[in-house]
């Protein structure tokens, strides 16, 4: 971790569970995060907790079904030296069938856990190769994203979702070796 001290490091989904808990432990390490997501104040609150950290917390309200707010926290980044790390965290699920869902949960799924990713990936990695430095993307996927049988409750589309996750990671682990790119890219599977 002693690498990353004074680095910038980007979380989607930052203000619960384990966006919260990652961003937390960076911040903890010394790293200026960048925590993304809708409830601003929850994020204050975050901030508030972290005020004698080694590192920084900077909230920034972010829907990450809306690419322009995207592009406005990666523009936020730049002021601080531009993106090293990016924690592709945010997520969502629903408990229906496919077959009786609706098309609203299908788009939210595919919009938050691949469209979503796929940009703040973009962005990052933009930033990283422009200062060429060593950066490191980190996504956060399921289990189902390898085996859908796993979990056998109704969750619509996220099983799919997390399938192209697990695509995802090794098309940008590619394309980042023939552009010779410094940057890592590696999935971390959760138990859901």
Request: aromatic share 4%; with cysteine; charged share 20%.
């Amino acid at each position: 971790m002693n690498r990353w001290t004074g680095r910038v490091a980007v979380v989607t989904g930052a203000s619960v569970g384990i966006g919260e808990a990652i961003a937390t432990t960076l911040v903890e390490h010394g790293l200026k995060v960048v925590g993304l997501a809708r409830r601003l104040d929850k994020l204050h609150k975050i901030t508030e907790r972290l005020a004698s950290a080694k590192g920084t917390f900077y909230p920034v309200q972010c829907d990450v079904t809306k690419e322009n707010e995207i592009l406005e926290a990666f523009k936020f980044t730049e002021n601080l030296g531009g993106v090293d790390v990016l924690i592709n965290n945010a997520g969502v699920l629903y408990s229906e069938t496919i077959i009786d869902g609706t098309t609203e949960k299908f788009h939210a799924t595919l919009d938050v856990n691949v469209i979503a990713t796929a940009i703040c990936t973009r962005e990052a990695t933009r930033s990283m190769r422009e200062r060429n430095v060593e950066g490191h993307v980190i996504n956060i996927n399921s289990i189902v994203g390898h085996d859908a049988n796993r979990a056998q409750a109704p969750l619509s589309l996220y099983h799919a979702s997390k399938y192209a996750i697990t695509a995802m990671t090794e098309v940008v682990r590619n394309e980042l070796t023939a552009a010779k790119a410094p940057i890592k890219v590696t999935v971390i599977k959760a138990a859901t």
